[in-house]
């Protein structure tokens, strides 16, 4: 099962054309419409924390071509069985999610005497820090707690360089998933190179190119023992090769709201060897205030700390269905991604 994101605003006209009659020698009345097209305060409710489950929608987007008045009827689906009118001047509607994790349907519509009705959809899904994200696989491990917030994060050793198992999410930089503040303890924040500086906890830093590539050559080795040396490893050619076969032992069979991450694939064997535990939250591009998320399910990707150039910077990522781990350059200021932070 994939998880399903839902980041498309859909839009229902209701009745926006003549309707015509069963009857051939009779016809409906064409209404007008009202002006505009209804949207609502979207993110402020994409994601809902199961700790404060109370949302205010408010609509907006459409008005009376002659100043009338205007209602909003509300329904969230599956948890009414019919709509209820708002009773504010302004159309808004305060509901209190359940308390359970889930995706819903917020339904609204505009009405105006004489007029055909505006409607539109939305989703929200309700999610918790604690209980969104299952299967991590990072029990016994040892933790850390960043002085700065407060935030705790499971740490392992591997080839003397202790290493985070869940994504950076402090809140002094960076954006969470879909601008969702609810998302940033789940998934971690999304960085751009630069903001990496001082991102991680006093003491700790962003692993270079270098760093990565011993990594990838710790976990490369056990599996590539040279049969004419016993006790020695493989040399590959290039260092670029340590990366080939490791990609599922980076990655966890972590669930997020009981849904599947990692799409299974038979190239693939994840086994969370490295304990690592690296989840496929994709990645961010920004242009100006907006930023535009894509690739859940996809990519895992995470920063070095080596520059390409003056504008472009190496990250490295695993993606879906692959056994290796991939090496590539982003925008320093455009491109934004998930840290784990090393110490030496």
């Not at 498309?8 to 054309?17: D, F, H, K, N, S």
């Not at 535990?277 to 995470?302: E, H, L």
Request: net charge negative; hydrophobic share 35%; charged share 20%.
């Amino acid at each position: 099962m994939t998880v399903k994101f839902f980041k498309a605003i859909l839009i229902l006209p209701l009745c926006a054309a003549a309707i015509t009659s069963c009857k051939d020698d009779e016809e409906t009345e064409v209404l007008p419409s009202l002006t505009g097209n209804l949207t609502l305060n979207y993110a402020d409710f994409e994601f809902v924390d199961m700790g404060d489950r109370t949302v205010t929608f408010v609509p907006s987007g459409v008005t009376h071509p002659e100043g009338g008045a205007i209602s909003y009827s509300w329904q969230i689906t599956p948890d009414m069985d019919s709509s209820e009118k708002s009773e504010n001047e302004d159309g808004s509607y305060v509901y209190t999610f359940p308390d359970s994790l889930g995706t819903y349907t917020v339904n609204c519509t505009a009405s105006a005497d004489g007029y055909y009705s505006s409607g539109t959809s939305y989703y929200a899904t309700v999610v918790s820090t604690t209980k969104s994200l299952t299967d991590m696989e990072l029990e016994g491990l040892s933790s850390i707690t960043d002085d700065r917030d407060g935030k705790t994060y499971r740490i392992t050793e591997i080839g003397g360089v202790s290493w985070f198992c869940e994504n950076l999410k402090y809140a002094g930089a960076g954006t969470p998933y879909s601008d969702s503040e609810p998302m940033s303890d789940i998934f971690g924040r999304f960085y751009t190179f630069n903001e990496l500086e001082n991102v991680c906890p006093d003491g700790w830093s962003v692993p270079s190119e270098e760093d990565w590539t011993a990594l990838a050559k710790a976990l490369w080795e056990p599996d590539h023992q040279d049969p004419e040396n016993p006790g020695s490893a493989l040399v590959p050619d290039t260092e670029e090769e340590y990366f080939n076969g490791i990609a599922g032992k980076l990655m966890v069979n972590a669930k997020f709201n009981t849904a599947l991450l990692w799409e299974m694939w038979p190239a693939v064997d994840i086994t969370n060897e490295s304990r690592l535990a690296m989840i496929p939250v994709g990645i961010a591009n920004i242009s100006g205030n907006t930023r535009d998320f894509s690739g859940v399910n996809t990519y895992a990707a995470f920063w070095t700390s080596s520059p390409d150039g003056e504008d472009r910077a190496f990250y490295k990522y695993l993606i879906c269905g692959s056994p290796n781990v991939y090496s590539a350059a982003g925008d320093i200021s455009s491109f934004a991604i998930n840290v784990r932070c090393i110490r030496k």
